[in-house]
């Protein structure tokens, strides 16, 4: 089993920035891609930010490009989202994401290892 602990979420003024992490721990797989998601209250859910093991390769939803990073740290079994230029409309859930492959985790769809979520609020 692996578990998934995300932290550093809060409440930010628009334009600020914010740091998320999410250290994994348990039986991992020998390599895999870990992801970020965010649902917002009364919409779906969506994928934010994908990285592969080795970290060459990432993904970002259109939303976020430009504004977000994601990053990791293998050494730690730990992903980072730094968001900065905070919007309001990126308030939401963020949930980290764990699995073998980085389509997996950018689709969500199938994906085996959740975390429990962090909120992120953004005021105008």
């Known amino acids: 089993q692996v578990q998934l602990a995300e932290s550093g979420g809060g409440l930010v003024q628009a334009g600020g920035s914010l740091r998320l992490s999410c250290a994994a721990s348990g039986r991992t797989y020998s390599s895999y891609a870990m992801g970020w998601f965010r649902q917002a209250p009364g919409k779906e859910r969506e994928s934010v930010a994908a990285?592969?093991?080795?970290?060459?390769?990432?993904y970002y939803a259109d939303s976020v490009k430009g504004r977000f990073t994601i990053s990791r740290d293998n050494a730690k079994n730990t992903v980072y989202l730094q968001m900065n230029s905070l919007k309001p409309e990126d308030t939401a859930v963020y949930y980290c994401?764990?699995?073998?492959?980085?389509?997996?985790?950018?689709?969500?769809?199938?994906?085996?290892?959740w975390g429990q979520g962090t909120q992120v609020t953004v005021s105008s």
């Open positions: 994401a764990l699995d073998r492959t980085l389509s997996t985790v950018v689709a969500g769809t199938g994906v085996v290892y």
């Open positions: 990285i592969t093991w080795t970290g060459g390769t990432t």
